[in-house]
């Protein structure tokens, strides 16, 4: 193992990491390249952006669960209606 040491993020990489990550569309790709960009981007920001794309799938497989859940509630009752 090679004794490299990984330059240190400054406050003002993180700030602009955090404002580009911000924009809606872009943000997103961003999070892909920054992720998945290969050995140009610094470590801790690549663990940042998987990290981050890690809660974005969680967040929506949760979403997707109550919405089913209460869809389901939804639709049990439904029939119970005469129109």
């Given at each position: 193992m090679e004794n490299s040491t990984?330059?240190?993020m400054s406050i003002?990489?993180?700030?602009?990491?955090i404002l580009i990550a911000a924009?809606?569309?872009?943000?997103?790709?961003?999070l892909f390249v920054w992720g998945f960009g290969g050995g140009a981007v610094n470590p801790n920001?690549?663990?940042?952006?998987?990290?981050t794309l890690l809660w974005f799938a969680i967040i929506i497989g949760l979403?997707?669960?109550v919405f089913m859940v209460f869809g389901a509630a939804f639709l049990s009752n439904y029939k119970d209606f005469d129109f």
């Amino acid at each position: 193992m090679e004794n490299s040491t990984i330059p240190v993020m400054s406050i003002k990489d993180w700030m602009i990491t955090i404002l580009i990550a911000a924009i809606p569309i872009v943000g997103f790709v961003m999070l892909f390249v920054w992720g998945f960009g290969g050995g140009a981007v610094n470590p801790n920001k690549q663990n940042w952006a998987k990290a981050t794309l890690l809660w974005f799938a969680i967040i929506i497989g949760l979403y997707i669960v109550v919405f089913m859940v209460f869809g389901a509630a939804f639709l049990s009752n439904y029939k119970d209606f005469d129109f």
